[in-house]
């Protein structure tokens, strides 16, 4: 086990092959889909409690 560090070689560059572009992915996507489905499940889960309250009998 030596104890010399030795520098580590970093290649900070990022090069695309020749007709590979790097796809820029939009995040706001999946920002917008993100929203769209907690929408959609609190609608589900409104739905399942109003379903469960219409089911209940008040008349215990």
Do not use: C, H
């Amino acid at each position: 086990m030596s104890t010399d560090k030795q520098p580590l070689e970093v290649d900070d560059e990022l090069t695309a092959e020749d007709g590979e572009e790097a796809p820029e992915a939009p995040i706001e996507v999946a920002k917008t889909n993100l929203a769209k489905r907690k929408i959609i499940d609190n609608y589900l889960e409104e739905r399942r409690l109003q379903k469960q309250l219409n089911d209940y009998d008040f008349d215990l």
